[in-house]
């Protein structure tokens, strides 16, 4: 079967650093998403990893090994509006995205 | 504004029922897809569609259909609504031609069944 891995909750103070991992298993790999979803919204596209290595866009860092089935995303400089869930994808040898069910993220100032 | 709407944004609807929901977008993507959220579980793939004119079996597809008749519309039908099919509905978009093609949602619609 199919699994995406990622932790439910996460907490950390306002301007320090968080990682949050994602393992997966799946039917081939076409690519690894990351989105966040701030609570009653719509998913809005962080990242993408196909490479192994890390991809850095602003405070947001995700890094890739593809021989390990792991991501981690990487928030930096923590802001309160930072506190939202993040979704970790793998398109798989179907083209289709599989979900992990999100790491609800708290920021505590 | 370019981007993705759907309708109703929020809906209670009596078991046995038949509902659609519908979903547009702008930006001319070739690739949609229906998505269902449901608390402590990821998003599940309902149903997609490539390209305009044809339409695809997800991971749960019992109980909804489908059809893409033209590019900027994919609107989800539920024949008989039952209260399992209680949940918050995303609509997407793609462009598989570009780059990562990275899926762009709706701002969802959340169904209750009763």
């Known amino acids: 079967g199919q699994n995406i891995d990622q932790p439910t909750e996460m907490t950390a103070t306002e301007g320090a650093i968080v990682q949050i991992n994602c393992t997966y298993q799946t039917s081939g790999f076409n690519g690894l998403f990351w989105y966040q979803q701030h609570a009653g919204e719509a998913p809005t596209f962080l990242s993408y990893n196909v490479l192994d290595g890390l991809e850095e866009k602003g405070r947001f860092s995700s890094f890739l090994s593809r021989s390990k089935g792991y991501s981690y995303l990487l928030l930096k400089e923590l802001q309160m509006k930072d506190s939202a869930s993040y979704l970790c994808?793998?398109?798989?040898?179907?083209?289709?995205?599989?979900w992990g069910a999100g790491t609800k993220l708290i920021i505590k100032p | 504004i370019a981007g993705i709407t759907q309708a109703p944004t929020s809906q209670i609807l009596a078991a046995g029922r038949r509902m659609t929901l519908r979903c547009t977008q702008d930006?001319?993507?070739?690739?949609m897809y229906w998505y269902r959220q449901d608390l402590g579980l990821g998003l599940r793939l309902i149903h997609y569609?490539?390209?305009?004119?044809?339409?695809g079996k997800g991971e749960v597809p019992d109980g909804y259909s489908v059809s893409r008749a033209n590019t900027d519309d994919f609107p989800l039908t539920l024949a008989s609504a039952v209260p399992s099919q209680t949940s918050v509905y995303f609509c997407a978009s793609s462009d598989s031609t570009s780059g990562n093609n990275e899926q762009f949602f709706g701002p969802g619609t959340r169904l209750t069944v009763l």
């Open positions: 569609s490539n390209t305009a004119g044809t339409t």
């Open positions: 930006m001319r993507h070739n690739a």
């Open positions: 994808a793998v398109r798989d040898s179907n083209y289709q995205l599989i």
